[in-house]
């Protein structure tokens, strides 16, 4: 067996990584379209649909929640900058209140879910409540894996004194702002439509 | 300057980032698959030829049944295992993930995937799939046995099949399907952004535009039974409501019948997923043994994508019977029946390429001409199966069994089986022994056709599919002797692979060194000497000609020239 190593070694440019990252997110699409579509096919055949939290807080926490997405993605947004810039504190700031954006997101989606549980909605008891808690569950378990990813990127671009590495904190952020759109997707077509 | 990175066992065997290395062990776990798919085939067959006999010593039938007796729970369990381990465990780690790995970068002319440690990756969500799968065998109430399509409501909780079988075989095909979307992105982004200096597309091989197209399916579609699999999933373990038909209180429940509209439309997908990698495969070796440019190659080529995008709005023809209405059944219909176009161009293409060629009856040639039979029937018998008025009758018969194990099993197996007898000696510097190759098909060919053939002849006499014991039936006992010699067949076609068994790992062992270019192929990765070193191409290659430059006039003193090499003046 030859160990020779030749001196081309696999170092795609940055455009190769965000053009993966663009596929991934084309799957992840796929993915909430089936689930999407499949709640509108149950919702459009069910003569009677309540939709979740109508008219108590639980709505109003949504939208809570919402906001909070939203905001972590300027948050992501400013950390971006700084990174472009080349400041490593910044950069650690503002990308680590993301994350803790994302944590409280979270937690906030579990406490909705604890208030809905108490009303009497539950995955089980009608299917009102299983397509909520699977669009809610299956995206937050995407904003997990986006919170791991996140971290990762904060360590691996601040990583070298001399510079940062903008490339991980790109296509991470890729990945949040696509979750956040799709947050504000789900909401409104769960709860308002 | 050279970099240097220190290589251990682990790294070298077991988590490495190098294609060639990946694709072997997704090789390795084809093949294992491969066999154990279709030991349970042979378990089928004898139970359809022999519904009141015990399983035969020969078949280990004591090993796995007690006395050797088969029930009707355990034949369900032996074909939905059967079906989902040949398609997800066999077909596509062999030729998506072995040869997908080992030909793009090569073809191509790249040094490696463009995402190797996410190649890696996928590799080992794949294993952890198989355990997953596989210990399912250890549950007491036994396996997933709800049909590979796992139609709720028999898998789901409610009234359907007993035990955890069905979970974890939901869970272990989510990972097998993350596993496929990781594939997926590298081979994508591989082919668009790796390709040479002069490589455009169209001078792709076809067997990279197969597995290209496959991958671009895969990303769409693989989420959508993701998705599937996970309402199923929470049916099953928290007790959703999704596919549970009326549900409780006073809002109404889910639709079983959502299930199979989720799962056909990657399903219809899928089965264009398993074959376009043979069909490009076949494309370019028919070329390379008829010493002649693929005939049509670029409509070959548009024709893949015109199949690929017409896949996807028609699985519809997977649940005629289940009461859809009319026009929705015609547009189904008539968009299912144009596929035949494209498929019917290449197909003549694939006789353009050998007519008036040099021909050259190596194994490879002869599998890529199998590969011409075999699909041909079995697209040809897809015509009755798409039309509404016949698929009625036809629908869940042994004809569409006969028909996709005639377009899956023989002409993706054929096409994989091809690829190895070709790129065993770029893979393992040996040469395999030509006469047990050429053995092995014919032993293989003859029987096959015999067994999936008069399958459909059964069909056609109305014995269904999935079926336990088909005495049961006064009205097929006429020809319900068919089913004994399709056994008898199926036997031998199934003990004929000992000696391609035979033949691959003696011939990796003591097999003859095989030269660089074995077959005088033009392709780039014919221009590799030894074993190819990590990294591939000590100097980029530029490519000047196309991939099927064989018998060119201009060429003088040789019927062929390379890829990266100029064209004389």
Known sequence: ??????????????????????????????????LIVSYSILRIQSSMW????????????GVINTVILMISSWTYHKGQHYGVKGIHRKVRQWLG?????????????????????????????????????????????????????????IIRSTRVVASIEIRPIKLVGLLWHFLDFLWICLFVSIFII | MSEHHEQTFWTKYIFSTDHKVIAKQFLWM?????????????????????????????????????????TPDHYNALFTMHGTIMIFWAITPMLIGAFGNFVIPLQIGAPDMAFPKLNMISFWTMFLASVVLLASYFLPEGTAAGGWTSYPPLSSPVGGIAGEGQTLWTLALTLAGTSTLMGAVNYIITVVRMRAPGMTYFKMPLSVWGLWLTSILNAIFVPIIAAGLILLLLDRTIGTQFFVAGGLATVEGGDPLLYQHVFWIFGHPEVYILILPAWGIVSDLLSVFSRKPAFGARVTAICMCTIVVLSSIVWGHHMYTTGMSPLLGKAFMFLTLLISIPSSIFFLNWLGTMWRGNLHFETPMLFAMGVLWVFGLGGLTGLYNATVTSDIYLHDTMFVVGHFHYTMAASVLFG?????????????????????????????????????????????????????DPNEYAFLAPINDLNISITFFAVILGFSQLIFAYNFINSMINGEKAEANPWKANTLEWTLDGPIPHGNFATTPTVYNGPHEYSNPAVKDRDWIAQSEPMPT
């Not at chain 1, 067996?1 to 170092?11: W, Y």
């Not at chain 2, 096959?448 to 599919?465: E, I, P, S, T, W």
Request: net charge positive.
């Open chain 1, 97 to 153: 209140l993301t994350l803790g954006l994302g944590v409280i997101f979270l937690l906030a989606q579990l406490n909705l879910w604890r208030i809905l549980i108490d009303s009497g909605m539950t995955a089980q008891s009608n299917i009102v409540g299983s397509v909520f808690y699977m669009l809610t569950g299956v995206h937050g378990l995407h904003i997990i894996s986006a919170i791991v990813a996140l971290f990762w990127a």
């Open chain 1, 50 to 61: 309540i939709k979740p939290g109508v008219g108590s807080i639980a709505f109003i926490l």
């Open chain 1, 1 to 34: 067996m030859s160990t020779q190593v030749l001196p081309t070694k696999v170092k795609t440019d940055e455009f190769t990584s965000v053009l993966g990252m663009l596929v991934i997110l084309g799957s992840i699409t796929m993915l909430f379209v089936a």
């Open chain 2, 416 to 468: 994989g089986l091809a690829a190895i007898y070709f790129w065993f000696p770029k893979m393992f510097g040996k040469k395999m022994n030509p006469l047990l190759g050429k053995l092995h098909f014919w032993i293989s060919f003859i029987p096959l056709n015999y067994v999936f053939f008069n399958m459909m002849v059964l069909g056609y006499a109305g014995q269904h599919r999935r079926l336990y």
């Open chain 2, 30 to 70: 084809g093949l294992f698959f491969l066999a154990f798919g279709g030991f349970q085939a042979l378990l089928i067959r004898w139970q359809l030829a022999y519904p009141d006999q015990p399983l035969p010593w020969w078949l280990l039938g004591s090993l796995f049944y007690e006395g050797g007796v088969m």
